[in-house]
């Protein structure tokens, strides 16, 4: 399990290590493969690499060269992969000396892939779930649940973007600054939807994915320094941090998901609470409001609230309602409905959770059906409550999720049964 862990940390940075050398996607994800299997075999015999993550990116691009020399229609990148390898740096070098490196990003492999598959020529429907599988190593399957869809449909539409990368010659590079605005949105969006995978992962036993919330956050880090002065990469890295602050009071002691109400305030990072905040302020002071800064400006209200029962619930809704005209999806609308009903108007609330229920657009997402399981448990409407659960768990959670699920089940029938016997 330890060098499953190893691997799986570095996947992602090998496989934009070797892309961005290659140009080549299908390329890279199969030679890393390849340096894993050989891990897999060497490792335990010989000991861990000093760095595992240059072991890995230094014999995945050997690996690479020796695809490309096999391959005849490829024979200008087996003339570069030569030069590579007898006048160029040695493989192990290319973890620090990456050709191409003037993007003032000091090779940041995986930010650079991240803008090379947010490439204008990209149907903008796969961007972001190419960039979620080639760069932070998720699954298809993990891919197709971050996005709600079928996962055979999502397989199809990687390979056809990998293969349109390698055909049209897109380069896995950080562009200029004259053409990063035509791929800011798409790059803000792969780095939100790696954090919110990370936050909570649609598969696997645990709830969060910490490797991933903080890889989100690494990143962000790097756009708002490639662009300081935009509000949005700003609103952006502020939402992570706030939300991510969380993280310590969000799973219980067996690894349980803790509704906010419940969590334990104390053991919330202040330090990233702090910073958050003053980067929301210095984001919203340049009068340029988006969905990034909205939603860290909700984040800001739960993670600054010293209480449950203290949080600005009307002014929550009131962002969520602000929200809703850049962003207007179900999921949104799901979560200002439950804003409204926590504010004051449980009935509005419901009906508008009812409305999204019935419309069927968010069947396969058990947060909809939890939430408005929890809002009918208020309302004193236990049997439908557990209707809601049923419909959560034929979703088809993950395995912490599904936990609590038949937990608050089981809870509420025996609150059934006490009340009967009372």
């Not at 657009?361 to 557990?386: F, N």
Request: aromatic share 4%; charged share 25%; glycine share 8%.
């Amino acid at each position: 399990m330890a060098l499953e862990a190893v691997l799986r940390d570095h996947w992602w940075s090998a496989v934009a290590a070797v892309a961005r050398r290659t140009g080549d996607l299908e390329v890279a994800e199969d030679a890393v493969q390849e340096a894993c299997a050989a891990a897999v075999a060497q490792w335990p015999r010989d000991g861990l690499p000093s760095s595992p993550r240059a072991w890995l990116i230094a014999t995945a691009w050997h690996k690479a060269v020796d695809a490309m020399r096999r391959d005849a229609v490829r024979a200008d990148r087996e003339a570069a992969a030569a030069w590579w390898l007898t006048g160029g740096p040695e493989p192990a070098e290319l973890v620090a000396v990456a050709p191409g490196d003037a993007t003032g990003l000091d090779g940041d492999d995986e930010l650079a892939l991240i803008f090379g598959c947010c490439h204008p020529a990209l149907d903008p429907a796969v961007r972001v779930a190419l960039t979620l599988r080639s760069v932070c190593g998720l699954s298809t399957g993990e891919v197709a649940a971050a996005f709600v869809v079928d996962e055979r449909a999502m397989a199809q539409r990687l390979v056809r973007a990998k293969r349109k990368i390698r055909q049209a010659g897109i380069p896995l590079t950080v562009p200029g600054h004259g053409e990063l605005a035509g791929r800011l949105d798409a790059v803000l969006r792969v780095v939100y939807l790696v954090f919110t995978e990370g936050h909570r992962a649609s598969a696997g036993p645990q709830l969060i994915r910490a490797d991933l919330c903080e890889e989100a956050i690494r990143l962000a880090r790097g756009l708002a320094a490639l662009l300081p002065g935009e509000p949005e990469v700003t609103g952006l890295l502020a939402l992570l941090l706030l939300t991510d602050a969380r993280r310590p009071g969000r799973t219980s002691a067996d690894g349980l998901p803790v509704l906010l109400s419940d969590q334990d305030r104390m053991t919330w990072d202040q330090a990233k609470i702090a910073e958050g905040d003053a980067l929301l302020t210095s984001a919203l002071r340049a009068g340029r409001p988006g969905p990034y800064q909205l939603q860290a400006a909700i984040a800001a209200c739960h993670s600054t609230a010293s209480s449950a029962e203290t949080t600005d619930w009307p002014q929550i809704a009131a962002l969520y309602g602000e929200l809703v005209r850049y962003e207007p999806t179900a999921v949104v609308v799901a979560n200002q409905a439950v804003a409204i009903a926590i504010a004051g108007r449980p009935r509005r609330g419901l009906e508008m959770l009812d409305e999204l229920t019935a419309s069927g657009r968010l069947d396969r997402w058990p947060q909809l059906h939890i939430a408005r399981a929890e809002l009918l448990l208020k309302a004193g409407r236990a049997a439908e409550a557990v209707t809601a659960y049923r419909a959560a768990l034929a979703a088809g959670p993950p395995a912490a999720e599904r936990a609590f699920i038949e937990g608050r089940m089981a809870a509420v029938a025996h609150q059934a049964r006490g009340a009967v016997g009372g």
